[in-house]
């Protein structure tokens, strides 16, 4: 089985920082995107930043410049380092990850169950 946990999450003041994890556990092959999104009450969800195996980023455009994602290979994690926080950047952010598992001949999409950040004024 392949789990994804995030962790990192919190209360912050507007234009304070955060930084969320996701690692990835299990039986495991192969790990090729890496990614998160944000749900907010009453919205769909969304894209906030992606990184691929070899370290290509792309960001919403709402995020850019003010959080940046990144990965460690060796350890199945990901990372997003939120800085200059917004109260419209409350959400429940969760992780997405390309995988492929062990004995599997397909690729797949693993989900986290999320983490609370909730940014006050």
């Known amino acids: 089985q392949v789990q994804l946990v995030e962790s990192g999450g919190g209360l912050v003041q507007a234009g304070g920082s955060l930084r969320l994890s996701c690692a990835a556990s299990g039986s495991i092959f192969s790990i090729n995107a890496m990614g998160w999104y944000r749900q907010a009450p009453g919205k769909q969800r969304e894209l906030v930043a992606t990184?691929?195996?070899?370290?290509?980023?792309n960001y919403q455009d709402s995020v850019k410049g003010r959080f940046t994602i990144s990965r460690d290979n060796a350890k199945n994690t990901a990372y997003l380092q939120m800085n200059s926080l917004k109260p419209e950047d409350t959400a429940v952010y969760l992780c997405n990850a390309h995988i492929r598992a062990n004995r599997a001949y397909i690729w797949a999409d693993y989900w986290g169950k999320g983490t609370l950040v909730t940014v006050s004024s």
């Open positions: 990184v691929t195996g070899d370290g290509t980023t």
